[in-house]
């Protein structure tokens, strides 16, 4: 029984890599590369706490990715320049520093690896992070990896466990038929019993092909980078700021996702995520902005973003930008991860909505739907991704589709707008020892 998943950014990979691994038959459409959309352009940062007393979702996703990410770099002898370097999250106010204290002491009382640091002790960690910052909240845990390199290393895992991965083969059309499902591509028509809709902030398109609502929202994200700079910090870096923002007040409007920095061209918060590369480059970035499949970069976001950078690290102020990117990022309404079935609709699953930490969670999203399809049980965690509580039938298909044979109406799929920085996949798999931690 074939398996055909849509979709080569790094929780579609890693779906086929584990599906491929299960000794079932993968074949995955790329319209591009592999990883040549936000799987390969975002930061590259890694965020786990742990699995905490009782692992919940968020807890199982982003430390069950990480052991996966270790497992790619030091078992499977991918070089995606992981390695477990910590976080460090600047504290810039006093209302900052008491919230990101309460944040602290919960999430310690629950279980998580995480401490509050004065700014001395932060400078300890990091001396270039400015003396004027009332401290930092550390997390040893969290890791970084260059996102291309990771997500074709799942890829190229994928295929080497026997997955067949087609890039540059964009599907133009899905229609039901009696056995499952018939796929348009590039090369021409395709058959499967089962189908993964993986295509980041694309899902909503591809699901419409089939008439299927998936309320995925594309958000811009945009990042910058300096050239290679000798050795100046060693983590992952971020502000309290956007957290505190989101935490009184998480959505823009009743009908945007959470966690926007802007609404319409009012700014309402400045978020910042960044480190520095292997090669020496500084890289960060944070706006997320609702623009549809827009992907120019505003100089504005950027210079904000570089003056927020610079409050962190004061180094930077003595630092060119040399190059800018965006990517779109698929936001989820609620606010929760979509995986699973899609009711309604036979063997037709999903695997998006990690909206900026797709990157971060995508291993572990990929391991979780792969053991779902492979076994036939939903794994209880699950429960609060369920496609059932948001997607719905009945959506009109993009324009100019007709239906085909008296079938369901099939599509053509809008193209997503190419990267300027192209990725290859590689996939890798999950340790066992600490797999699915069900509540």
């Known amino acids: 029984m074939t398996i055909a998943i849509i979709g080569g950014g790094i929780a579609g990979a890693s779906t086929a890599y584990h599906l491929a691994r299960a000794g079932r038959d993968v074949v995955l459409f790329e ?19 742990g699995w905490g007393r009782v692992p919940d979702l ?12 270790k497992t790619l770099q030091l078992d499977l002898g991918y070089d995606i320049e992981f390695r477990q370097s910590g976080a460090l999250q600047a504290i810039h106010t006093e209302a900052q520093y008491e919230f990101a204290r309460d944040q602290v002491l919960a999430l310690r009382a629950n279980g998580y690896t995480v401490e509050l640091l004065t700014i001395r002790e932060a400078r300890g960690l990091e001396p270039a992070l400015s003396p004027d910052l009332l401290g930092a909240v550390h997390s040893p845990l969290r890791a ?3 996102p291309r390199k990771a997500t074709r290393a799942f890829a190229t895992a994928a295929e080497r466990a026997g997955a067949r991965i087609l890039t540059g083969q964009e599907v133009t059309a899905i229609e039901p038929t009696a056995d499952g499902y018939r796929i348009a591509a590039a090369d021409g028509e395709h058959a499967a019993e089962s189908l993964v809709i993986a295509a980041g902030a694309w899902c909503g398109p591809v699901g419409r092909m089939l008439g299927v609502n998936i309320p995925i929202v594309p958000v811009r994200g945009q990042m910058w980078a300096t050239d290679p700079l000798p050795p100046s910090f060693f983590r992952v870096v971020s502000s309290t700021e956007s957290t505190l923002a989101w935490h009184r007040s998480p959505k823009s409007a009743p009908d945007a996702p959470p966690w926007l920095t802007h609404r319409g061209a009012t700014r309402l918060t400045r978020h910042l995520y960044g480190r520095q590369t292997r090669t020496g480059e500084v890289i960060f970035g944070g706006d997320r902005e609702t623009l549809g499949y827009v992907t120019s970069v505003g100089d504005a976001g950027i210079e904000s973003n570089k003056r927020h950078a610079e409050e962190v690290l ?11 990117w965006s990517g779109l990022m698929p936001f989820p309404l609620d606010g929760a991860p979509i995986i699973g079935l899609i009711p309604g609709m036979p063997r037709l699953y999903a695997v998006t909505g990690l909206a900026s930490s797709g990157f971060g969670r995508g291993p572990m999203a990929g391991q979780l739907l792969a053991e779902y399809i492979h076994s036939g049980d939903r794994p209880s965690l699950l429960g609060e991704a369920d496609p059932a509580r948001c997607v719905t039938l009945g959506a009109e298909p993009p324009a100019g589709t007709r239906a085909r044979n008296g079938a369901r109406p099939a599509a053509r799929a809008r193209g997503r707008s190419a990267r300027r920085e192209p990725a290859t996949r590689s996939v890798a798999r999950a340790p066992r020892s600490r797999r699915l931690r069900s509540r």
């Open 58 to 69: 968020q807890a199982t996703l982003t430390t069950g990715s990480l052991e996966i990410f």
């Open 31 to 49: 319209r591009g590369d592999i990883a040549s959309e936000a799987s390969g352009v975002n930061a590259g940062s890694i965020g786990a706490l």
């Open 314 to 324: 004061p180094f930077l102020a003595e630092v060119p930008v040399r190059r800018t």
């Open 144 to 146: 970084q990896a260059d």
